[in-house]
């Protein structure tokens, strides 16, 4: 299993001296600028002035004794949904290009900056957020570091956050998740990813997809990196994650939909995690949850997803709709023909749904399963064929959507052995559980790492 630098193992270069922030960032902007690297189709905007200068202020706090939290100095990108005072936010579009700049940083990147941490750039992901695959056809795809002669999907929608990490672009990345737009890159490359409940970080300043969906969150290298993240971007104080014993813990594995459709890797792979997991202690628990099997049925016509990006993409795609990318304008459009008595709808069934589940999660200390059901496909056979496209899609999305319809939080931790293609375990659980479900993912990837090392 490849191993990526943890925020203790950089923060502890800088503090030793070993290393200084402008250095570190120097080492980033190289790797984005390397012909032969992924860079010109993991980033779309770039401020290498306004990052050196973040490393050089950084470089002078640390100097004088003042070090703000663990990301000071640390190379840090962002999902091109955020804005940059004085850049426009693209959102991996060319329809936004001539929109008016922003006047000010979101919220997140400003308790970025506040922290230390220093933003290398804007990342590329699919067009408007609007799939789980990391396909842009404006921009390009950057491709995942597993088996790059191949040329596979790094996941999305989030896909240049990933790449920024496996790549040494930065040491973090801050993605939103939709309906795993996190936990499915860091899946597919090997990566921690933590899908937040929505409402604790703020989407203020972030162009949204699903204003009832959406969260954001952190891809780094561990749980406890996307902890730290989550602390500060949340507005919490730093959380240090309770340790807690492996021994004991209940966890409930669904037998509805999430396992259906397993490729062979995946399937084993999951198979040796809850095996290793049983023979730590941890109670593992087969359960039906038969609202998985209801979900499609509920957003058959687009559900919440489709209804909100109609509403926030109605006028854009008046004006700049021929260029879109047409896989995305075609889902917007099914938003059109929901009425408000169908999106009412959705949302009281998304009510009762929650309930049901919430009382099968109650008795458990986390629920886990795969992140995805396979290993990461080749881009080539996606971008040619439509079927294929939105089968793949839909296949990715199915797992961690399950999450974002719950209102719940999410880990994706790497669970497959070493020299194998990445595959991702997701520990879950229920609103506002963050604090338990990063506890328990500590403890898992404790055990798994003690298995691969």
């Known amino acids: 299993m490849t191993r990526f630098p943890t925020l203790a193992e950089v923060s502890l270069?800088?503090?030793?001296?070993?290393?200084?922030?402008?250095?570190?960032?120097?080492?980033?902007?190289?790797?984005?600028?390397?012909?032969?690297?992924?860079?010109?189709?993991?980033?779309?905007?770039?401020?290498?002035?306004?990052?050196?200068?973040?490393?050089?202020?950084?470089?002078?706090?640390?100097?004088?004794?003042?070090?703000r939290s663990p990301l000071e100095g640390v190379a840090i990108s962002v999902k091109d949904l955020f804005d940059l005072a004085g850049e426009v936010t693209t959102a991996g579009?060319?329809?936004?290009?001539?929109?008016?700049?922003?006047?000010?940083?979101?919220?997140?990147?400003q308790a970025l900056a506040r922290a230390g941490a220093v933003i290398t750039g804007t990342t590329n992901m699919s067009e408007f957020a609007f799939s789980g695959l990391g396909l842009n056809p404006h921009y390009g795809t950057p491709l995942n570091a597993y088996d790059r002669a191949t040329g596979r999907i790094?996941?999305?929608?989030?896909?240049?956050?990933?790449?920024?990490?496996?790549?040494?672009?930065?040491?973090?990345a801050i993605g939103t998740d939709t309906g795993g737009s996190i936990r499915i890159p860091a899946a597919l490359c090997g990566l921690t990813g933590f899908k937040p409940t929505a409402r604790r970080v703020s989407r203020d300043a972030v162009l949204p997809l699903s204003t009832s969906l959406d969260s954001i969150g952190p891809i780094a290298a561990s749980v406890t990196c996307c902890a730290?993240?989550?602390?500060?971007?949340?507005?919490?104080?730093?959380?240090?994650?309770?340790?807690?014993?492996?021994?004991?813990?209940?966890?409930?594995?669904?037998?509805?939909?999430?396992?259906?459709?397993?490729?062979?890797?995946?399937?084993t792979?999951?198979?040796?995690?809850?095996?290793?997991?049983?023979?730590?202690?941890?109670?593992?628990?087969?359960?039906?949850?038969?609202?998985?099997?209801?979900?499609?049925?509920?957003n058959a016509r687009g559900g919440l997803i489709a209804a909100e990006a109609w509403h926030s993409h109605r006028s854009l795609l008046e004006t700049r709709g021929d260029t879109y990318d047409q896989r995305v304008r075609g889902r917007i459009l099914r938003g059109r023909d929901i009425s408000a008595a169908d999106y009412l709808d959705v949302l009281e069934a998304r009510t009762v749904w929650q309930r049901g589940v919430n009382a099968k999660l109650a008795?458990?200390?986390?629920?886990?399963?795969?992140?995805?059901?396979?290993?990461?496909?080749?881009?080539?056979?996606?971008?040619?064929?439509?079927a294929t496209f939105f089968a793949t899609n839909g296949l990715m999305l199915r797992n961690p959507t399950m999450i974002?319809?719950?209102?719940?939080?999410?880990?994706?931790?790497?669970?497959?052995?070493?020299?194998?293609?990445?595959?991702?375990?997701?520990?879950?659980?229920?609103?506002?559980t963050d604090a338990k479900i990063l506890s328990v993912g500590l403890a898992i990837e404790q055990a798994l790492n003690a298995r691969t090392t």
Request: charged residues 15%; contains cysteine; negative net charge.
């Open 154 to 172: 790094p996941g999305g929608s989030s896909s240049g956050a990933a790449v920024s990490v496996t790549d040494g672009m930065a040491v973090a």
């Open 228 to 267: 730290m993240i989550d602390a500060i971007i949340s507005g919490e104080t730093e959380r240090n994650i309770a340790q807690i014993p492996l021994a004991g813990l209940r966890l409930a594995v669904p037998q509805s939909v999430v396992l259906d459709g397993l490729d062979e890797h995946v399937a």
């Open 269 to 298: 792979s999951f198979a040796a995690t809850l095996s290793l997991l049983s023979k730590a202690g941890a109670q593992i628990v087969e359960i039906d949850v038969p609202e998985f099997a209801q979900l499609a049925t509920i």
């Open 13 to 67: 270069s800088l503090a030793s001296g070993q290393a200084t922030s402008r250095k570190l960032v120097d080492a980033a902007i190289a790797a984005i600028d390397d012909p032969a690297g992924q860079g010109s189709t993991t980033f779309i905007r770039r401020n290498n002035a306004r990052a050196r200068a973040m490393a050089a202020a950084s470089d002078l706090m640390r100097g004088v004794g003042q070090v």
């Open 404 to 432: 974002n319809f719950l209102d719940g939080c999410g880990l994706s931790v790497p669970c497959h052995a070493a020299e194998t293609a990445p595959v991702g375990l997701m520990i879950a659980g229920g609103p506002m």
């Open 363 to 386: 008795a458990f200390d986390a629920v886990i399963l795969p992140t995805v059901p396979t290993v990461a496909p080749a881009v080539a056979p996606l971008e040619a064929d439509d």
């Open 93 to 109: 579009s060319v329809a936004n290009k001539t929109a008016a700049p922003a006047t000010a940083d979101a919220p997140v990147v």
